[in-house]
């Protein structure tokens, strides 16, 4: 067992804040204008004088939980009409095919569609709490706030939304809420700060599941 990635989005669906532990797959930076400041450094927008070519990015990590890990992307960037990729686009092992920004659209468009039909099905008493696929298991804690903590793991882990509860009422309001260097609610900037980060990563390396 182990966890994959934490991903934070505010009330206005926008990604305010991404760690990650444990990833095959680099993640490609996230396009200019398509992310938020301060949300992670490993996939801020890459910043290029002209005349030059950007270095590649030094983030690596260890696992990819949005594409299989043959290397091939699962069912992104398909052409609808074929059912395969793009012949511009290429898959190249140890690489994620899409920018951050997209891959945080798809993890946000995954939980508020899921919500929206459990919400239809069941009534608004139900709620969304996870879901299991075969390569990861989602975790969502909602607050009354409207921020949503999002964590990836392997399938077989139990539920891990006590943890995304515990990082909002511990490092979340002790180092974005009550930091005053922090705009809460900012359309222009994340929640990205060292301390914050700091404390979120020794949390989740202390839990038994982590590997």
């Not at 949300?39 to 910043?47: D, E, G, K, M, Y």
């Not at 009409?81 to 920004?101: H, I, K, Q, Y």
């Not at 804690?141 to 921020?147: A, K």
Request: net charge positive; charged share 20%; aromatic share 10%.
């Amino acid at each position: 067992m182990t966890i994959y990635s934490l991903y934070v989005f505010d009330r206005h669906c926008a990604c305010v804040y991404y760690h990650d532990w444990h990833r095959t797959k680099q993640t490609r930076p996230a396009m200019e204008g398509g992310l938020l400041k301060a949300v992670s450094r490993a996939v801020a927008p890459r910043q290029v004088d002209s005349g030059t070519t950007a270095a590649p990015s030094t983030f690596s990590s260890p696992r990819n939980t949005l594409v299989s890990t043959t290397g091939a992307v699962v069912a992104i960037g398909e052409d609808p009409s074929t059912g395969t990729a793009p012949p511009t686009a290429t898959v190249r092992p140890g690489l994620n095919t899409l920018t951050f920004d997209e891959e945080a659209k798809l993890v946000y468009g995954v939980i508020l569609s899921l919500r929206n039909m459990i919400k239809k099905l069941s009534g608004r008493d139900e709620h969304f709490t996870s879901f299991r696929t075969s390569t990861y298991k989602l975790h969502l804690y909602e607050t009354l706030s409207g921020y949503k903590f999002i964590m990836l793991s392997d399938p077989s882990t139990d539920g891990l939304r006590f943890v995304l509860r515990q990082i909002y009422s511990g490092p979340f309001v002790d180092y974005v809420a009550r930091n005053p260097l922090v705009p809460m609610d900012s359309r222009e900037q994340g929640i990205d700060n060292e301390y914050f980060r700091a404390s979120v990563d020794r949390m989740v390396r202390g839990l038994s599941v982590f590997a």
